[in-house]
């Protein structure tokens, strides 16, 4: 078998083990979670990355980095058809390396760069002036009150902009900011405001900005595979809801919660939604607001719940290395 079929047979084998594995992971995961009724959002979030991140790192390590160590897997899929583009794109060294180059960087680098661009933008948009002073005046003893009750060892800093972005939302680069939009923190009641900014400071603890950047990533290494973009909008789901649980038992409003995501979502009317990545897909606000009315968020959870999600786990991992 020549090195170009070989590499062609990579190729295809990461394509096809991406969507079976991901394909089986992902419907694991969907029916045990509603079968058995998981309400732990951590948890789910955690199977739900499993989905995503599995199907992508493993058959890229077997069927494409051992091959390039000296071992090599005999099965392959495809050899012929792809055989004969590859050799003819190794005649264009550089129209191949223009190529790679280029889907290297669209696919690592729109995930990557969309958090660097963010935190530059923050930055430059700065306080917007006496009423962005006056509004984070407002949210600091807010803030100090939410770190008092969810023992946070650093708080991060609140920013009141005026910039285009109607949004909340937290960085951590170059350090950790909360940016809440002036009008929107006008709009907001002390009890809204507060839940709103226990949230924001949930993400910041449980440190979902790295969580999301690597299913980002794996998800849009195999963005043509339709299963990981539908795992990963599950991951957003569940990091939010388990954001939400925070920041009602930091402040035990969860009805101040509610109002205060529809309000958001009313603030934010008219704006168009900016993509990342290649698909972007909100989380559901009807059931973030539905959870909490019916006082699910934040409520008991069975014990054994965990230990199903290491089953299920140990369950996909076995069906991932079969297949």
């Known amino acids: 078998m020549t090195g170009h079929a070989q590499l062609a047979g990579d190729v295809a084998f990461f394509l096809v083990e991406s969507t079976l594995q991901s394909a089986s992971l992902y419907l694991l995961v969907f029916l045990v979670t509603r079968v058995f009724d998981i309400r732990n959002p951590g948890l789910r979030s955690n199977l739900w990355l499993m989905a995503v991140v599995y199907p992508v790192v493993t058959p890229l390590a077997c069927h494409i980095m051992l091959p390039r160590s000296g071992l ?3 099965m392959k899929l495809l050899e012929n058809a792809l055989a004969g583009p590859i050799a003819w794109l190794y005649t264009q060294q550089m129209l191949l390396y223009l190529i790679v180059g280029g889907v290297l960087s669209l696919l690592f680098g729109l995930d ?3 958090w660097l661009v963010c935190g530059l933008r923050a930055g430059a948009t700065g306080a917007g002036g006496e009423p962005g002073v006056e509004q984070a005046a407002r949210c600091a003893p807010l803030m100090r009150e939410i770190g008092r009750r969810s023992g946070a060892p650093a708080l991060p ?3 009141c902009g005026t910039g285009k972005r109607r949004s909340v939302y937290t960085l951590r680069w170059p350090r950790p900011r909360i940016y809440v939009p002036v009008g929107l923190a006008r709009r907001l009641d002390a009890g809204e405001l507060r839940a709103m900014l226990a949230h924001e400071l949930a993400h ?3 440190r979902d900005w790295l969580r999301l950047l690597a299913g980002q990533l794996c998800r849009d ?3 043509f595979n339709p299963l990981a973009h539908l795992a990963y909008a599950q991951v ?5 809801e388990a954001a939400d649980d925070a920041a009602v038992i930091a402040t035990a409003d969860r009805l101040s919660l509610a109002a205060c995501l529809l309000k958001v979502q009313a603030h934010m009317q008219g704006q168009p939604i900016a993509a990342a990545g290649f698909v972007h897909r909100p989380t559901n606000l009807v059931r973030r607001v539905a959870r909490l009315l019916r006082s699910e968020a934040a409520g008991p959870y069975p014990a054994w719940q965990p230990r199903a999600g290491w089953a299920v786990s140990a369950v996909g991992l076995l069906l991932a290395a079969i297949i």
């Open 72 to 74: 090599h897997l005999e």
């Open 112 to 114: 990557v760069i969309r």
């Open 157 to 159: 800093e609140v920013v």
């Open 204 to 206: 910041l603890q449980r």
């Open 221 to 223: 290494l195999t963005f």
């Open 236 to 240: 957003l789901q569940a990091t939010e």
